[in-house]
């Protein structure tokens, strides 16, 4: 204490500022800062030790030592202010040094549209160019619209062409995109254009098989509506997705739900129909020139009567392809599982 203080009490506080003001001048980092804070302004800190003796001063002197302790106070938190923002900066700044602007940056993952979907989207849009109308049905079909009212009725032979996911003994996974000819049919009556993407199940899985698969189906039902109209639509149909100079060849098959029925070759994209791709046998299409790409038919006169068409004033065609396959053959895809694997850089080829 000195002489020329009035009361100990105001130099033991100059006396703390002092080595306040001084430590500050040493710390070098916030957390250095932060203990000093609770050291000195903290609760149980110096200086409100010394504030808690001012109730016992002789009431004479405290006005005084408690103004000059309130200054202090004042004074001490503007510093450790000042002090805080200068140290804040600095270690900004040292985030700011490390940092270097010049190394190259992570380049985000963008996703692309999946193949299937290009193709879908591409199929429908060719179709509704034509006037066809996109329609849509569940996956979990009953018998009914998935064999039943397409003429196969329960114990048809046919059934086996497809093998079925049951969920009861009458509901099932869809096993093709056809029950949307009946459910459209249903609706409405002709004309009918549609076209029905969708995916369906079989209990089915090999390198060429998947369990889940996408198809699209196309209806057209009208007066006069003749397998030229088919041949037409379809020709069509396969020069805008695989190129003009694509020829389609019919091949006679069998199916339910359509008769006359037909399997539709495209000439193979892979080797143009010659059966070599530099001199080599072509494997896309075994060096037959041609590649199978969907079925089709004249809406069988059984189906308009399940659906209360009049067969004698209505004709029609249906045709049924698998997405998948035509994706393969249009992008040169050679393996199925590809679809399926969701890698990105399989998928991001398709921006
Ligand atoms: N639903 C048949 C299948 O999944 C494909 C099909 C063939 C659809 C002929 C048709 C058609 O509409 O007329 O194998």
Redesign the pocket.
């Known amino acids: 204490m000195s002489a020329s203080e009035p009361f100990p009490l105001i130099s033991e506080l100059k006396s703390l500022a002092a080595e306040f003001t001084r430590d500050l001048d040493q710390v070098t980092d916030l957390a250095d800062l932060e203990e000093r804070r609770v050291a000195f302004l903290g609760r149980k800190g110096r200086l409100a030790q010394i504030m808690s003796q001012l109730p016992s001063l002789d009431p004479a002197m405290r006005p005084e030592a408690g103004k000059v302790a309130n200054e202090v106070k004042g004074e001490l938190g503007a510093l450790f202010d000042e002090r805080q923002a200068q140290l804040m900066g600095a270690e900004a700044g040292k985030e700011l040094a490390d940092f270097d602007p010049s190394l190259p940056g992570r380049e985000p993952w963008l996703g692309a549209t999946h193949p299937v979907t290009l193709v879908t989207e591409e199929i429908c849009a060719i179709f509704e160019n034509l006037g066809y109308e996109i329609v849509t049905g569940p996956e979990v079909e009953n018998d009914f619209h998935n064999f039943e009212a397409l003429n196969m009725p329960p114990g048809h032979p046919a059934r086996d062409?497809?093998d079925t996911l049951y969920v009861t003994d009458s509901i099932l996974l869809r096993?093709?995109?056809?029950p949307l000819?009946i459910r459209t049919m249903l609706r409405r009556e002709p004309p009918v254009a549609a076209i029905a993407p969708g995916k369906?199940y079989r209990r089915d899985s090999d390198l060429t098989h998947t369990p889940m698969f996408n198809?699209v189906?196309?209806?057209l039902v009208d007066t006069h509506v003749t397998m030229a109209d088919l041949r037409g639509t379809l020709t069509h149909f396969v020069q805008l997705v695989f190129g003009p100079e694509t020829r389609v060849r019919f091949r006679p098959s069998f199916?339910p739900?359509?008769e006359p029925?037909a399997e539709v070759d495209i000439s193979c994209v892979m080797c143009g129909g010659t059966g070599f791709v530099d001199g080599a046998m072509c494997r896309v299409c075994k060096q037959t020139g041609w590649v199978e790409i969907?079925?089709?038919?004249m809406v069988d006169p059984e189906v308009f009567r399940s659906v209360g068409y009049d067969s004698e004033k209505y004709t029609g065609?249906?045709?049924?392809?698998g997405v998948e396959r035509v994706a393969m053959l249009k992008y040169g895809i050679g393996d199925l599982r590809m679809f399926f694997e969701n890698d990105i850089r399989f998928i991001q080829q398709f921006t």
């Open positions: 062409m497809q096993t093709h995109t056809s000819q369906v198809q189906e196309g209806l199916f739900f359509t029925s969907l079925g089709c038919g065609f249906a045709f049924g392809l």
